[in-house]
Every structure is written in structure tokens, then in C-alpha cells.
């Protein structure tokens, strides 16, 4: 990862949110084609039509696309959109999208559901689809509280089950030590019962510790959470 | 999990097979659609047509449907269907999908790509996404070597950013003790350098010990992968 895959789009924010809104309603339409394609039961002949004009829908958005993958860009109004991300992207169908809310000294959670697509045991969570969520929410806590970072370790402890349906995740900053910082964080099931645990390590790149201001370089060396008040990450 | 979410459909084989080939396009049309979601550059006008077109495929698709997840099934001809599972479902458009193979020795491993939908930080995988396919991997390496468990434990230690594109994954059981197996993994990229290592720990299920033979019994309290040459899981 290198700064200039930050791609700085100049574009109209009035503009753009017109856009937004359009892009987010068709991810919402392709998250119900992924469940239904899942639950589907209708015959060969019904799913082969179906496909032939969901491929004409495809070769109509790609008339015109990104090169590549999303990335994750800045507008000209400062708007930072990760929207490719592929637990918290507005227009990635592979995302729930879980919405994250997040407290500067931290910590960061979030309140979901999760239907057929993630499905790993019969009528239960896939043990990697926490992890996955849990990687996500550790990260913003650690942003959130103001030292950013890769993952560098991630430690999970699967307590119980985790039934598919409404579920909450949290996180938050154990410690710091240079530009470590240590997040602890827990998958819960719609009683609040901790399903899955975790620590995970998030380590400022080196590439972007010269990026940082002398401000954040000294909150990365203090020891703690409740030493470092933080600002929001993001 | 219990036993009796396993669904036993007596279905003729024939005609299921009539049928996945159909559910399979669908669901690879359906991959297609999530990645030019996130990358079209269509404008708004554009972007509502389609979804209007696309809600009414979804509403054709459900005239017919499973009223929950897709669980796990058993044909009447004994073929095992998880075709619903995030990360190797066939018809769950959320799974790249993996085609696992797998080694009796206590081995699993598999060759894919991740596009758009896998991204976390820009051009690269989500550290998530990595975490889900090690657990489905370490979990078949388990059950491959004939010690199936539920993913009790999973740690995993991120070496070096996992770009986009072709990768690799293999996983191999370690060790048992009693109803538990430890496997260990990497994920590789395109030159075959490991991009992150874990070691997860397999347990089989209290419900699960009552229902397997005395010979799988003796496979789990037999130490080490050299001495439990096992049978194929699944």
C-alpha cells in the first residue's frame, strides 16, 4: 500500500451525493439478488432466464467502470470514501454493510444483521465471517482513538455459537507501545452474550509514520487508553 | 448445531444436477453483478434503471424460496450440500468460491483469485477476508484428516500485505489431543511468499462425539499428523 493508491477525485460533493444515493440503493438491490440466489427455488428454466437478463444488467454497468478495484478515495470536499470495503463498503454486496460508530478515546461498535450469505455451520455465523468483522471493528477502534495501523496479529476465541440474525460487535484500546496499539473485542448475540473474543495488534506502517504529525507520533508512545484521549480517526 | 438442522432432501440425483448447473450460472452472474456494482462509473439515470430491472429479478427468484438460510443437506444419494457457505458455497455469490482439495493425510489447500470484493486497504485484501478463508481452510484441513471439529481458537500473524489477484491457501493438522485438532495455515501470494500464517484449534462438538464410530473416536486421541493417516472428512 502506497499513498499515491489514494486517488483525489475532484468531483461536484452536491454531485456526488446524487450519485451516492443511486449507487447505494443498486448495492442494496445486489444484496437481495445474493440471498435470493442462496433461498432460491424456482426450476432450470426460470433461473436460466433470470441469469440471461441479470448478465444484460451487468454489460450495462460496465459500459463505463474503474480499472481496477475500488480503492479508496478523497473527494475535493475532503469526504473520505472507503466504499469498497468489503465489511463496512457502501457499494461492495459483500460488505452487510455494517454501519461503525466511534468514540475518540478508542472504541468503536456497531449493531447488525446477518442472513443466509454468510452462513457457515447450519443456521450459524461462519467462525471466519466473525473474524472478518471482528478485524474491522478492532481497526476502527484504533483508529478512532487516533493510532491507526495494519493488522499485524489477530487472536480469536470462539466462546459459543454465533446464530445468524441481529448481533453486535465492539472494540476497544487495550494499550499502546510505540506504534503499536493493542485492541481488544467481542462478536455478541442479540442477548448481549459474548459469542467470540479477540486481541488484535495494528502496527502504524513505516511508510506512513513520516506522514504522521508530531501530535499523533506522541499519542502512539503513550501507554494505555484512558492516557490517550485521542481525536476520531477518520 | 444440532443434528436435526441437517435437512435430508429426496430428491432425484439426475434432476439436482439439472438443477445446480442452473443455480451455479446464476450465482457466478450474480459474483459478476457485485463487482460492477462497486466499479461502474454509469450515471444516476443509468444506475436506477438497472436496480428497477434487478428488483423485479429478486422478486422472481423469491416466488419460490427457503424460508431461511441455506443450511447444510444430504441428497438421497448422499451427496453432502454446503452450498450455501461463505467461503465455498457454490450458490452463495459472498464465496469467491473456493475449490478445496484435500489430502486424507490431514491436508486442504486451494488455487483462486480475489477481485474488488475482497478489498481492505486500497489495492489489497482485507486483513478480514484473509482470516475467513484460513479458518475454512484449517477447518477442512481438520476434518480431511478424519478429526472434524468448530473452530475453537484462531490466531493468525500478518507477515506482509496480500494483494489482489491470484493466491494460494493451505492449511495442515499439527496435532490432536483428545477431541481436539490443531491445525496450522498460510495464505500465499502469487509468488508463493506466505503473506499470513495462523494456527486454529478444532474441537469436536459435545452433541458430534456420541455419533461418530469407535475408529474416528480412536483418530482424535492418536498424537500428531505422522500417526493418524485418517480418511477423507467429507
Chains 1, 2 share one sequence.
Request: net charge negative; charged share 25%.
Amino acid at each position: 500500500m502506497d499513498a499515491d493508491q489514494y486517488v483525489v477525485v475532484d468531483v461536484d460533493e452536491a454531485e456526488h451525493e446524487r450519485f451516492l444515493a443511486s449507487q447505494v440503493a443498486l448495492t442494496d438491490a445486489a444484496r437481495q439478488l445474493v440471498d435470493a440466489t442462496i433461498r432460491t427455488q424456482v426450476g432450470a428454466e426460470e433461473l436460466d432466464a433470470v441469469r440471461g437478463e441479470l448478465d444484460a444488467l451487468v454489460a450495462r454497468l460496465r459500459t463505463s467502470q474503474l480499472p481496477g478495484s475500488y480503492g479508496v478515495s478523497l473527494t475535493s470536499g475532503g469526504t473520505f470514501r472507503n466504499y469498497g470495503n468489503a465489511v463496512v463498503g457502501k457499494r461492495n454486496a459483500v460488505a452487510p454493510p455494517l454501519e461503525v460508530e466511534r468514540d475518540p478515546a478508542g472504541r468503536a461498535w456497531s449493531h447488525f444483521a446477518l442472513g443466509a450469505a454468510y452462513e457457515g455451520p447450519p443456521g450459524l455465523v461462519h467462525g471466519g465471517v466473525t473474524a472478518l468483522i471482528l478485524d474491522q471493528i478492532a481497526g476502527e477502534a484504533a483508529a478512532a482513538g487516533g493510532t491507526p495501523g495494519m493488522t499485524g496479529q489477530l487472536n480469536l476465541r470462539y466462546e459459543r455459537p454465533t446464530p445468524l440474525g441481529p448481533l453486535s460487535v465492539e472494540a476497544w484500546v487495550d494499550r499502546r507501545e510505540g506504534y503499536k496499539t493493542w485492541v481488544k473485542g467481542e462478536m455478541r448475540d442479540a442477548e448481549g452474550q459474548a459469542t467470540v473474543t479477540c486481541e488484535g495488534l495494528f502496527i502504524l506502517p513505516r511508510w506512513a509514520r513520516e506522514l504522521v504529525d508530531e501530535e499523533t507520533k506522541a499519542r502512539y508512545q503513550r501507554t494505555g487508553a484512558g492516557d490517550a484521549p485521542g481525536t476520531p480517526g477518520d
